[in-house]
């Protein structure tokens, strides 16, 4: 993936064009391909090239963010995905946030983690007891009761620009940034 970030880029682009026009196309394909493409769109989201990180991002939005309602076997089919995905897409998300990723990145992945909340309120609870109860995830720098402010921050509102202001406060303490010039200034 680190060798070729521009057919990573246009993969997953093009991954994203199809979950937006035509998901259930998406859906069909063998569970087992289905599955390898999504882990290859997570792995992406662990990247430092920013063109493909960038894609794989926009396309993570659209896939947690899909409108399914409508349709009870995608909604099935989704959520079946989600609940054996849905971790380890924190995680990365988590990971990125706490300083894996550059700053300038981080409306990416707040929009991300915000569909992510939203739209799994129950299993993001879960997913961010057991990921944050690790000693030094997402930073070595952040204490429990940050971690646990956090938490509470995010499960506990709706708006997103609230949401925003909590992540990136967060993001702060990771880096170390907080109280500083250069934390204030992105």
Known sequence: ???????VSSFLNLLSRVIRRCPLAFYQLPGD???TILMFAVAGMGLQERLALKSALSFMA???????E????????????????????MQELLAGIGGRLPRSLGSQLI??????????????????????????????????????AFAKGILGTRSPRRFREVVQEFSLKCRKLEDTAFGAAV
Do not use: C
């Open 62 to 68: 659209d896939f947690v963010g899909q409108e399914y």
């Open 1 to 7: 993936m680190e060798q070729y970030p521009d057919v």
């Open 111 to 148: 929009d991300v983690l915000y569909k992510l909340v939203s739209r799994y309120v129950e299993a993001s609870r879960q997913w961010l007891q057991v990921l944050l109860a690790q000693d030094t995830f997402p930073s070595p720098y952040i204490d429990q009761s940050s971690k646990e």
């Open 70 to 89: 409508s349709n009870p076997e995608l909604a099935k089919l989704v959520e079946t995905v989600m609940m054996n995905l849905g971790m380890r897409i």
């Open 33 to 35: 391909m289905l599955d």
